[in-house]
């Protein structure tokens, strides 16, 4: 069984000596889940069980034991090498959609000013009377497509001298332009990827902040769909929490149901109660995290090639003067299908993604808003639910595995255990004794 990541850094974050109940809390693991990968990664990486007088265990780590893994698996080496070359691959990927719409562009305006040229060269040769404004088209074409168009999408554009002066805001941006026109494009990755992870950690905290015995009404601001998926009256929204926490449920004398949590109630060392949220909440998705002046440029240059792909399709339209002049427009001529639907797309993709982030936020604040709905009842308990969680704390403690309480560590041999053990035993006996005389 290969170690779990979530279980590496919760060891690591809750300083390499744990239980099961500290892990499953830590990374909002199901309890059988952290059980047997602590086992897995104490065999696996060096590590030592600790056994309590009580029974309890705790699983102590040394701090090099990522270093253990590493040199013992071969495949957590080659999986380090493959997350940093898909790091500059992916990153290759993200700036080559700014280069390519910089090329489209560049591809498009070039051959705009050959067919030009070549138009009128044609009138120049037949005696028109238009041929001495034919050497100024050539130039006024990109002119008019150059660096003075920028003034009217970027509005930190100077427009009398080439640099820009850029607000303190925009200077600060962490993306880059080619970056930048990746995000315009697809955003930035969902904001709740780690949603999961976190509704279980806020849960585990919250059990064990009250001692590993709650009332359902405490866990409900963490979950979803109380009134659809589950039925509230009956409380069965809590099943997934018994499964993964390995609770059991208790009955009041007034017939209510209190949940109890016994794993979460052994911890390696004291703790304080940790802080934690009110209630779950999920993070609205942003369009993209570049800077306005960035999103600008981006959507004026988009609109830029948009606008010059129809024109050059209007002067390629029937493929005659790709044939007449051949070479590059000849080129530009055959991958002109590509840059069309580049261009399309280019506008197209951003703008049916703003409407899909505005009906996901929707969602996403409904189900924020039915969270906070839950905490306010929490918080404000009527009589009955402040019995019920009174109730609760009957069954709360905290059960502190010390060094002290070890009777067995796989860090030592078993016969010097019992050798220490033995000369613990007579100098008990020796202290009562002269105690007692």
Request: charged share 20%; hydrophobic share 40%; aromatic share 12%.
């Amino acid at each position: 069984m290969a170690p779990d990541p979530q279980i590496m850094k919760a060891v690591e974050q809750l300083g390499y000596r744990v239980t099961v109940g500290d892990v499953s809390t830590q990374a909002g693991l199901n309890i059988n889940l952290a059980q047997q990968g602590l086992l897995a990664l104490a065999s696996d990486a060096g590590g030592h069980l600790q056994v309590a007088e009580s029974g309890e265990i705790a699983y102590l780590f040394p701090k090099n034991f990522r270093s253990v893994l590493r040199n013992k698996f071969l495949r957590l080496q080659l999986q380090e090498w493959w997350d940093k070359i898909w790091g500059v691959l992916f990153y290759l990927i993200r700036i080559s959609f700014g280069i390519i719409l910089l090329l489209s562009i560049v591809l498009i305006v070039v051959a705009i000013a050959i067919i030009l040229q070549a138009s009128s060269n044609d009138d120049s040769d037949s005696g028109s009377s238009s041929s001495r404004g034919g050497g100024g088209g050539i130039f006024f074409f990109p002119r008019f497509w150059g660096p003075d168009i920028f003034w009217f999408f970027d509005p930190y554009y100077d427009g009398g001298s080439s640099r820009r002066q850029r607000t303190s805001a925009s200077r600060s941006s962490e993306l880059n332009f080619l970056e930048a026109v990746f995000s315009f494009l697809f955003g930035d990755g969902n904001p709740n990827a780690d949603l999961e992870e976190r509704r279980w950690q806020e849960i585990g905290t919250v059990i064990r902040n009250s001692g590993g015995a709650v009332a359902a009404e405490q866990v409900a601001p963490y979950l979803d769909d109380l009134g659809e998926k589950y039925q509230q009256e009956s409380e069965d929204y809590m099943l997934p929490v018994l499964t993964r926490f390995d609770g059991l449920p208790q009955v009041s004398p007034e017939g209510e149901i209190v949940y109890h949590f016994p794993q979460l109630q052994t911890t390696a060392k004291a703790t304080q109660p940790k802080s934690v949220q009110a209630y779950l909440r999920e993070r609205l998705w942003r369009f993209s995290q570049a800077s306005s002046g960035q999103l600008i440029v981006s959507m004026g240059l988009g609109a830029i090639n948009f606008v010059g792909v129809l024109i050059l399709g209007n002067l390629l339209s029937g493929g005659a003067i790709a044939a007449q002049i051949g070479g590059f427009v000849a080129f530009v001529n055959v991958i002109y299908p590509l840059l069309l639907v580049y261009g399309i797309g280019f506008l197209v993709i951003p703008l049916i993604r703003y409407f899909w982030i505005q009906l996901k936020n929707s969602k996403i604040e409904q189900r924020n808003q039915q969270r906070q709905e839950q905490a306010v009842l929490l918080n404000q308990a009527e009589d009955s639910l402040q019995k019920k969680i009174s109730y609760a704390q009957q069954f709360a403690t905290q059960n502190i595995i010390t060094e002290e309480d070890l009777v067995y560590t796989s860090e030592t041999d078993l016969l010097d255990q019992d050798l220490k053990a033995k000369d613990q035993i007579d100098a008990e006996w020796q202290r009562r004794l002269e105690s007692g005389s």
